[in-house]
């Protein structure tokens, strides 16, 4: 996995290669979104197809909304929505590992972040799938409502102090187990404080059926408030609100 | 256009420091809810309920939305350290000039700096008399004395330590920005956004910026903390020195530029208010040319303190270098594996770790004309709380050697100011500490020639600072700093 050791004849690709390691998890992110829009359908496409066929029933909203949350379809979310935020991580875990062990430091950190958020997916599933079975017409006004927990939560001290833990450094062991350890572990870190920073966040999404422009709008939310040089409450609460608005009336139509 | 004059240089007759000592009394005058008073300028740079030395029973302070605008603002660890400072000392200024002018004085007075590097001055790491006198010539209690300070401060000794007072190690810097992936700090800081906890500081704050602050408040003074460093007089004339040495910096060789991007330009407006007490903003842009409105002020000296470096020949010069130095890519090559970090006290501790060979860029893209630099890095410099010691690093410092004879070895300091603060989950920072990076090129280029440099291994020491006035008299007993990871970098 050595970037350093592929034969990349052009100078120009090779700097851009070690200036940026991180370039593949891009790529995947890439991808993942690919996954997402393929079929052009705005309400995921491919992603509903496989969870039809995992639980062998099409596609009225309460389905959409099981579908959704597809242990897969978490997956494809987490990659292409929450691995673009990770960028300064990646970059810190790379730099801070013997050149040799750059994408491997970055694959655990990875493993360690998405650890938690695969477990909260997981969670959502049952959550979702329990109210499908016992009580089908509350499913109905779930986004709009966690739309407004997302926003009341986006103006919270704890939001802030969350989102903040997300920038977190810490020291890594240079070589051998306890150096992937340190990895994990900083991306478990990591991966503790988005969860607790985007949960409401993601959930919001979740409940639209993971409309395509929901996870847009919240992709750029998320990706704004962790790069932007001082972020506003106030602002991504707003826009939350738009994104909430523009989901529902793209889910209803 | 007025004109910033070094204190130390002020003629016997000159009324500058009475005039700043009058206007200062007039602010303490004046209630913490009101921007152009003492407290609510010292609090613009951090403010802690907790621990104000000056909190009174019935203090009545601004909202909590005018705190978060205005109070605990001060940007460090960060490519905004230079030009916030620079515009907060601006309004500060003129809030004093326009009280001096209502008093009567001098209509140009501008604010003085304190030149502790001036090495044709014996007494430059000392405190003028005027920071420490017991009164004013009236016989009025002195508003510039401050009891918090080191030892000896207040007794007219040399602050600090030598190392910690130099400015030619930042001013040699050729480019402004830090490096991103540890490669080490440039003059002004790291490119940061809102948080910038863990940050490395650029060259000219950690030295002499933070080091002077640690070196006046000593363990437990007021300019050892973020929350009261404004409080004490001398702050102020420091951190005009230290606007003075960006402009030195500027001055000294057209390669050095400030960044031009707009990130850094434009991107965020700091908060403060006019010398009326009105909320105001400005932009990097605008702090940029002290010569031009808003700011209109000059130094009395920016003349380049080190000796012009003569050219070589092959080496590029001038603002293709800026470039030249960001396509450096840095590698690391060894790193300590203490789990607990290492932890330091009052006596001298040594690390030793592995060194690998490069295998990326350090070892396949050297070339004559960008010779290999080398950074020994400090992760994630941690404390609790204070009292602490600001350190001295030392690179292969042998077994039972005296540090004081071995100043060819000394990498750099570890300033305690700023440690404990960066180290507390708030708002603005995740609680991960500062680091310090070092460019230790030339203490391996002796090493190597000494054939003393091991490629296998690195030992660095740390070693407390201490004055002479420290060393002569017990000090208080101060607390441990935890040093997450010693790397070693080539670029």
């Not at chain 2, 230290?242 to 908060?271: C, H, Q, Y």
């Not at chain 2, 590698?331 to 040594?350: K, N, Y």
Request: aromatic share 10%; proline share 8%; net charge neutral.
């Amino acid at each position: 996995m050595t970037t350093g050791a592929l034969p990349l004849p052009c100078p120009r690709w090779r700097h851009l290669l070690w200036r940026h390691p991180e370039t593949w998890v891009f790529l995947l992110s890439a991808a993942a979104w690919c996954i997402c829009i393929a079929p052009g359908e705005l309400n995921l496409g491919l992603i509903p197809h496989v969870a039809h066929a995992f639980y062998g029933h099409a596609g009225h909203s309460a389905g959409h909304l099981l579908d959704a949350c597809g242990a897969f379809h978490w997956s494809i979310m987490i990659v292409a929505m929450m691995f673009p935020t990770l960028v300064g991580q990646l970059r810190v875990v790379s730099a801070r590992s013997l050149w040799f062990r750059r994408n491997r430091a970055i694959a655990f950190l990875l493993a360690g972040y998405s650890c938690l958020w695969l477990l909260y997916g997981f969670v959502l599933d049952a959550g979702f799938e329990l109210l499908r079975t016992t009580a089908p017409i509350v499913l109905t006004f779930l986004a709009p409502f966690f739309f407004l927990v997302a926003v009341l939560w986006q103006l919270t001290p704890q939001k802030r102090q969350s989102l903040i833990a997300c920038h977190i450094t810490m020291p890594l062991a240079p070589s051998g187990w306890r150096a992937d350890f340190d990895c994990y572990q900083y991306g478990f870190r990591i991966g503790t404080s988005c969860c607790l920073s985007c949960w409401a966040l993601m959930l919001a999404c979740a409940a639209t059926g993971h409309t395509l422009w929901a996870m847009v709008i919240v992709a750029l939310i998320s990706w704004s408030e962790r790069f932007v040089r001082r972020p506003s409450q106030l602002w991504f609460s707003l826009a939350l609100c738009t994104a909430g608005l523009v989901a529902s009336l793209v889910r209803n139509s | 256009m007025r004109t910033r004059k070094d204190v130390w240089k002020l003629p016997a007759a000159d009324q500058t420091l009475l005039w700043y000592a009058r206007a200062i009394a007039i602010m303490k005058t004046r209630l913490v809810a009101d921007p152009t008073s003492w407290r609510y300028q010292a609090a613009i740079h951090d403010y802690d309920p907790s621990d104000d030395p000056l909190a009174v029973p019935g203090d009545v302070l601004p909202s909590a939305s005018e705190q978060a605008t205005f109070w605990a603002r001060c940007q460090h660890g960060s490519w905004f350290f230079l030009p916030w400072h620079r515009g907060y000392l601006f309004y500060f200024e003129q809030m004093l000039l326009k009280i001096i002018q209502q008093q009567g004085g001098p209509s140009d007075w501008a604010l003085p700096y304190w030149n502790y590097s001036d090495l044709s001055n014996p007494k430059a790491r000392c405190l003028p008399p005027a920071f420490w006198n017991p009164t004013l010539p009236d016989e009025t209690p002195n508003p510039l004395l401050v009891t918090q300070r080191a030892s000896g401060a207040n007794t007219g000794k040399a602050l600090g330590s030598p190392a910690g007072a130099e400015n030619s190690t930042c001013l040699r810097k050729t480019v402004f920005v830090n490096s991103s992936t540890g490669g080490g700090a440039g003059f002004g800081g790291g490119s940061t956004g809102f948080s910038h906890g863990g940050s490395v500081p650029g060259a000219c704050e950690s030295v002499p910026h933070n080091t002077m602050h640690g070196a006046v408040g000593g363990p437990t003074g007021w300019m050892s903390a973020f929350n009261t460093a404004g409080l004490d007089p001398v702050f102020w004339v420091h951190h005009a020195n230290i606007d003075r040495l960006w402009e030195v910096w500027m001055k000294r060789d057209p390669g050095n530029t400030n960044p031009t991007v707009a990130a850094w330009l434009s991107s965020i407006a700091f908060n403060f208010h006019d010398e009326s007490g009105a909320a105001v903003t400005l932009t990097v842009n605008q702090v940029l040319d002290t010569t031009q409105p808003v700011l209109d002020y000059v130094y009395e000296d920016v003349s380049d303190p080190l000796a012009p470096a003569p050219p070589v020949p092959g080496v590029v010069v001038s603002a293709a270098r800026s470039a030249m130095e960001a396509q450096r890519i840095p590698e690391m090559v060894g790193a300590t594996d203490t789990r607990e970090g290492i932890t330091l006290g009052s006596a001298p501790q040594s690390v030793q770790f592995a060194l690998h060979a490069p295998s990326g860029p350090a070892a396949r893209e050297l070339t004559p004309a960008a010779p290999r630099q080398v950074h020994l890095n400090l992760e994630n410099i941690t404390a609790t709380r204070r009292p602490i010691e600001s350190y001295m690093v030392y690179v292969n410092l042998p077994d039972g050697a005296n540090p004081d004879n071995h100043p060819e070895l000394l990498a750099g300091l570890i300033p305690r100011f700023g440690i404990v603060e960066a180290s507390r989950r708030t708002r603005e920072h995740a609680g991960d500490g500062v680091g310090y990076s070092f460019d230790i090129s030339h203490i391996v280029s002796l090493l190597e020639t000494l054939k003393a440099w091991d490629p296998d291994r690195l030992r660095v020491t740390f070693v407390p600072e201490r004055t002479e006035a420290e060393r002569a008299e017990p000090q208080p007993a101060t607390l441990p700093i935890k040093v997450g990871r010693v790397s070693l970098y080539f670029a």
